[in-house]
Every structure is written in C-alpha cells, then in structure tokens.
C-alpha cells in the first residue's frame, strides 16, 4: 500500500507556490516535486530545500520540458502562471505559458497518471468588471474584459482541464495578498470598487487541505475567498497601506483611477469552499496588522518624508489619467464611463 501522496507543484517560487512548499515539505506523508523556470531568484528560493524535493527545472510551455517530470502523480497543484502586468505586456508570453502551458501539464498527467488529480487556480477576473453589481457566484456568466489577456487564458485553460480526462477542481481565486506592491495597476481598479481579500497563506492552506479532499472537490468549481471578515472597499484598502507605509492621505487628482473595467467583487457563495477545507485564519485587521509589522521605523519614516515624491512618481504612471487628459476617446472609454448628455426640453 502506498505510503506517501506524490505532490507536483507547479509555480512554486510564486508567492501562493512558495506558501504551499513551505506547508509541506517536512510532511513525511507527502513527497514533493516542483516545476518551476530555472532563474537566480527560483534558484535562491529552493536552495534550502533542495534535500528534501525533487526539483525539475523547465520552461512550461515546452512539452519536452514538461515531459522530465514523468509520471506516479497523485496530486499536481497547478498554480504557474503570468499574472499581469507582464501578461498585459507580453500577452503571447501569457498565452504559451497560461494556455498551452496547462495543456502540456494536462498530457502529461494524462499519459503517465491518469488517476491524478488536478488542483487549478483560476481567478476572480474571470468574471469581469463587478464594480456595479459587486455580488458574484460560480453561476455568474465568465465576461473576461477583452483587454484582460490574463483572464482570457484562465478560462481558455479551464476549458481545457474540464474536457480533459482527469479528475479535478478549480479555485478562482479572489485578490490574493502578502507584499502587496503599488505600480500602474493600481490605478486601474476603481475605488468604488467593493473587494474581499485572501491572504496567501490561506488560499495555499486551501490547496494543501484540498489534498485531504479530492472526492468532495471533484468536478467542481469554487469560488476562493477569504469571507466576510476579508470585506473592503478598494478606497479603504488603499488607504490603509498609504498610512503603513508613512505615505499619508490618498490625495491623488480626478480621473487618476479608473471607473470601470476592472474585475475584483465579493463571493456570494466563498463559504462553499470554507465548509469543506476550513482554510480561513486571516481578516483584513490581520492582514494589515502584519503590514504594518513588516515595515521597519525607517522604511515608514522615509515613506513619510518623501511621501509626495513617491505619489508624484506612482501618478505618472497613471494611464486612465493620461487618457483623460490627452483626450483620447478609445483610451477614454477604456477606463470611464460615458458622459451623460443633458437632455433637451422641448417646450409647447
């Protein structure tokens, strides 16, 4: 009878892969493979334990390279992926690796464990912008925004693994954080818009529980989310890293976000996943309260003290602002809605 569980992990060096690593590498019921680009970075984060994993090195969208892998797979968590902005800039990179990358992980499992299950993280941009009607459940149509190469792929690949001939579960995941970093994309979401976080820690215990559960999760999709305690406003959340970092007031001119065309809402029916994996440690209060604890005296100091410089730098980035003030109609629409024309009266 077999003793240990053989785990694939795919996209380890991310930041949820690196969180499932750690959950279970001294688990002695579990014997853990990774897949991952070979890279300075990847490397540094597997070298201390490259004692206790099997590490293969490749590039996911090459069948070749998916193929070393070989086969006694039980469980392949498959979180690897380009995530924006790198998706919005290169989206044939996105596409190799989203797509076609999944569909070599698919053939693989296919041919040489055919009673794998597959673990897939998909995402909340799946079901486009929510900004008006933030409430979201899996029966919500998948209305991927056509400029969202990222979501694209994800569906594109969960259509893949439910025609395939495996066992299965999807996660969409919600807006995932731990270091969360501000760059153009920040300027994108709107701030009316209504968001429930997960941190990552806990959206990698959903995968490693998941494990435990493979015939309740089978053949179904979940909404991933870190519940009602994990509610917030994207104003609010802004607001409250500016204030860790020693940024003060989020005091950015009109027409720097965006009022449409984002995704990101609230899952309806995220306590589905709950019931079954009891995954959830994290809320908002804690997810900021370890910010603030990772942000040394100096670092918010110097935050404080060059706090304009640093917006001044993040709002040039700004691209519905750049829309906005060139005038450019198509960019324009893009990012806000259309102006309401005062109607005429005609007088008898």
Avoid at 81 to 104: K, Y
Avoid at 156 to 183: D, P, V
Avoid at 294 to 299: A, H, N, R
Wanted: glycine share 6%; charged share 25%.
């Amino acid at each position: 009878m077999k003793t240990q569980v053989n785990i694939l992990l795919t996209g380890a060096s991310g930041t949820i892969g690196f969180e499932v690593l750690s959950m279970i590498v001294d688990r002695r019921d579990y014997k853990l493979t990774v897949f991952d680009k070979e890279t300075r970075l990847s490397k540094k984060i597997f070298a201390p334990y490259k004692d206790r994993i099997n590490i293969i090195y490749g590039d996911l969208s090459n069948e070749d390279d998916v193929a070393r892998i070989g086969g006694d797979i039980d469980v392949a968590i498959h979180l690897a992926a380009i995530i924006p902005p790198l998706s919005d800039e290169n989206p044939d990179l996105a596409r190799r690796v989203n797509v076609a990358g999944t569909r070599n992980i698919i053939r693989l499992l296919e041919k040489t464990s055919p009673n794998a299950f597959l673990l897939f993280s998909s995402s909340i941009a799946v079901y486009g912008d929510h900004v008006l009607e933030p409430d979201i459940s899996i029966i919500s149509p998948l209305n991927a925004l056509k400029e969202d190469v990222y979501a694209q792929s994800k569906i594109a690949s969960e259509n893949l693994i439910r025609n395939s001939g495996l066992n299965w579960s999807i996660f969409r995941l919600t807006a995932i954080m731990k270091n969360h970093k501000m760059s153009k994309l920040m300027f994108h979401m709107p701030l009316s818009t209504m968001m429930e976080i997960c941190t990552a820690a806990d959206t990698a215990r959903a995968f490693v529980e998941a494990v435990k559960h493979r015939s309740e999760l089978s053949g179904k999709v979940f909404n991933l989310g870190g519940g009602s305690r994990c509610y917030i406003t994207y104003r609010e959340f802004l607001e409250r890293s500016f204030h860790a970092f020693g940024l003060g007031k989020l005091n950015f001119p009109n027409h720097a976000f965006a009022e449409r065309n984002f995704h990101c809402g609230i899952y309806v029916d995220g306590d589905e996943l709950e019931k079954i994996l009891h995954f959830r440690r994290d809320t908002v209060d804690s997810y900021f309260a370890d910010v603030s604890r990772s942000i040394s005296f100096v670092k918010r100091l110097a935050g404080s003290v060059f706090s304009q410089l640093i917006k001044q730098s993040l709002l040039i980035q700004s691209e519905p602002l750049k829309a906005f003030k060139t005038k450019n109609a198509n960019r324009m629409s893009l990012f806000f809605f259309p102006e309401k024309k005062p109607v005429s009266v005609v007088q008898s």
